[in-house]
């Protein structure tokens, strides 16, 4: 199978999103597929869009590929792009999050057409989770039956034991985790009011906040997140760490008991996930997909964003309870256990590719050819 995979700028970013790209892309080429990588210009939403009216945009997708494939995220630049192509056999969108479905945000309506021009014009979808299915449909309703293929974690197996679990939720002050770029989607600002509360508690528990997550994506607002610490005289508890490698992560993970992403929203969630493997315990967005795997009050805990008495009040509840800290932690490591490995996750998305690419084999009997999509 021939493959062309669009993204921006390519595949070295530091999110899940392109986590997730770049295990599908080497998966493809394991199996013996040819993928092109085409890397589309970044720049500012409204540059990207006036870019899906350019017609050199289409010359660049415009080649002989089995399926052409497009990390949805890129849909500001393709929103007009489909109906100049009639080389590839079949287009298909990669659906991390539907990018229009933020609660608020500068034209929001236009955003929204926009992004549901691009979700009509494809021929098939892939989706991370039920959750943006269901959003990616209401847009598209065409995608309403595509494949939910969930992102696995940074392990083959879970990283601890039960045993693990168990002894370090009884050690020391409770550790939390913030794994994210300190972007406003994200909302460590939440975090940062909810440990500042535990100390105007009367039995104020003991704590630690190491962030884990890339400075540079929102400057301005990481620059507002680390003065927000050492205005409430937190900095002596509250660790900022930047980006670090996959070791640095799993050390940090691994000593911590509560990994809190209190993000507005999140198409899958991806960082619980890695945070469940080492039985640590999430406390995770409600809205979006980690509640298909985050069960609140049985593995972890669900937020409405903003809410930062909840979190407060988890925190200071399971740094009290270290017995029911642990029955979490082994709860989350139980379902890191039974979630889909990469493996048949990226089997499935490549099954469903292929069936595409037939699917758009012209017949050699037709007495035309293949007509361009309009």
Not at 334 to 350: D, G, I, K, Q, Y
């Amino acid at each position: 199978m021939h493959l062309g995979f669009v993204v921006y700028g390519g595949l070295d970013g530091t999110s899940g999103g392109y986590r997730y790209d770049r295990q599908l892309v080497d998966y493809c080429r394991d199996c013996g597929d040819t993928v092109d990588v085409i890397s589309l210009p970044e720049g500012s939403y409204w540059r990207r869009a006036a870019d899906g009216l350019d017609p050199t945009i289409a010359r660049r997708l415009d080649r002989p590929v089995d399926v052409l494939l497009e990390d949805e995220l890129c849909h500001p630049s393709l929103w007009r792009q489909h109906r100049r192509l009639d080389r590839p056999g079949a287009v298909a969108a990669l659906v991390h999050h539907v990018a229009s479905d933020r609660p608020s945000g500068r034209l929001l309506r236009l955003r929204r057409w926009i992004e549901r021009q691009y979700l009509r014009s494809v021929d098939g979808a892939v989706c991370t989770s039920a959750f943006t299915r269901r959003r990616a449909a209401r847009l598209a309703p065409g995608l309403a039956d595509c494949p939910v293929a969930p992102p696995a974690g940074r392990t083959e197996r879970t990283a601890a034991t039960p045993e693990d679990v168990r002894r370090r939720a009884a050690e020391g002050p409770l550790r939390i985790a913030f794994v994210g770029n300190l972007v406003p989607r994200k909302d460590p600002l939440s975090l940062l009011e909810a440990v500042d509360r535990l100390d105007g508690w009367e039995q104020s528990p003991d704590w630690e906040l190491t962030v884990v997550g890339s400075h540079t994506a929102a400057p301005a607002y990481a620059e507002r997140v680390v003065e927000a610490a050492t205005d409430r005289g937190l900095d002596d508890r509250v660790r900022f760490v930047g980006e670090v490698d996959d070791g640095a992560l799993t050390d940090v993970l691994a000593a911590s008991h509560v990994c809190c992403v209190p993000s507005t929203y999140e198409g899958f969630g991806m960082v619980y996930l890695e945070a469940m493997e080492h039985g640590v315990v999430p406390i995770a967005s409600a809205t979006g997909g980690a509640g298909e795997f985050v069960t609140d009050g049985g593995n972890g805990a669900l937020v409405d964003p903003g809410d930062a008495d909840r979190i407060a009040a988890l925190l200071a509840d399971w740094a009290a309870d270290r017995d029911r800290l642990g029955d979490l932690g082994v709860a989350a490591l139980e379902t890191a256990a039974a979630h889909p490995s990469w493996a048949e996750t990226l089997s499935a998305v490549r099954t469903y590719l292929q069936r595409l690419a037939s699917d758009a084999t012209p017949d050699p009997q037709a007495a035309t050819p293949q007509e361009g999509r309009s």
